[in-house]
């Protein structure tokens, strides 16, 4: 009877090794998939988001600009039209 308990003991404490070591297995595979993921996508052209921002209010300034640009062409063409021509 003994001898029983010994041998289950014995395999219990095998499974619970075989289980912790398994769970490092995976911990380990998962640190490894998070490094080649952040290395591929650190390969990539990606902005930060500061640099982004800084990129997208150069454009809302940029599209002001042209906006007011649009509007005095607009208002010299207007004007060009409307003013008698001088002949010469």
């Known amino acids: 009877m003994q001898s ?12 619970n090794g075989a289980a912790g070591t398994l769970a490092g ?6 640190a490894g998939a998070r ?3 952040k290395e591929w996508i650190g390969g990539l052209d990606f902005v930060s988001r500061d640099e982004f921002e800084a990129v997208k209010a150069m454009a809302a300034a940029a599209r002001d600009d042209a ?3 649009r509007a005095r062409l607009d ?9 008698p021509k001088a002949e010469g």
């Open 4 to 15: 029983d308990n010994k041998i289950f003991d014995d395999f219990a404490k095998f499974l």
């Open 25 to 30: 297995v995976g911990r380990e595979a998962e």
């Open 35 to 37: 490094a080649r993921a």
């Open 67 to 69: 906006d007011a640009l």
């Open 75 to 83: 208002a010299l063409e207007a004007k060009a039209t409307v003013a």
